[in-house]
């Protein structure tokens, strides 16, 4: 749902960040199946089921694979040809391809699958509510993504180098950061390993 139709509401964006070699996985992990659908496309299908106003993918490893997996969504495909220098590089890709009106933005990772647009929503409304640059989750005690990020923070996004995400970025100064927290810890799984898909495919089950 967007809310470019509130005209007294910022515009809010979001990046998937679907880059990743998947070197632990030996697949694209982007191109698992979840429920019957890529990976990656059951992650973007949640961003575009929030209140963003643009969404943003940032591809590389797989790309054309991943490009095909998105087919007919309402988002914006942007290639990162340098993922080999580290995830850095797909975050600086994103950021700068977002709307110059863009005054905030959510940053998701592709291989999450238990974030949920009910998340995603609570950290809009804890930016929107507390007017502090950086707004992060907490999972039954523990930080985890996405992460929101007012547009005076992405001059330091686009400053962080190599294969790093925004975590220092976070860290710097706390005094700017609201948590959110939540009692469920399953947004913090990721599927990085066959091992790890096993795991997330059968605590989907246990849950459905």
Known sequence: MSN????????????????????????????????GRPLV????????????????????????????????LPVRIVPNPFTAAGQSTSLRAGIAALSPDAAAVVVLLADQPFVTTAIIEALIG?????????????FA????????????????LLAIEGDQGARGVVARDPARVRYVHFDDDRPLFDIDT???YAHARALLASIE
Do not use: C, Y
Not at 132 to 137: E, F, G, K, Q, Y
Not at 143 to 155: C, E, H, K, M, Y
């Open 4 to 35: 470019s139709n509130h005209v007294d509401q910022p515009v809010i964006a979001g990046i998937v960040l679907a880059a990743g070699t998947s070197s632990r996985m030996g697949q694209p992990k982007q191109l698992l199946d979840w429920e």
């Open 41 to 72: 496309r059951a992650i973007v299908e949640t961003a575009l089921a929030a209140r963003l106003d643009e969404v943003v993918v940032v591809i590389g490893s797989a790309g054309g694979e991943v490009a095909t997996a998105l087919a007919n």
């Open 126 to 138: 804890a930016w929107l509510d507390s007017g502090l640059p950086i707004v992060a989750p907490v």
């Open 141 to 156: 005690g523990t930080r985890g993504n996405p992460v929101l990020f007012d547009r005076s923070v992405f001059a330091e």
């Open 194 to 196: 066959p091992e790890a």
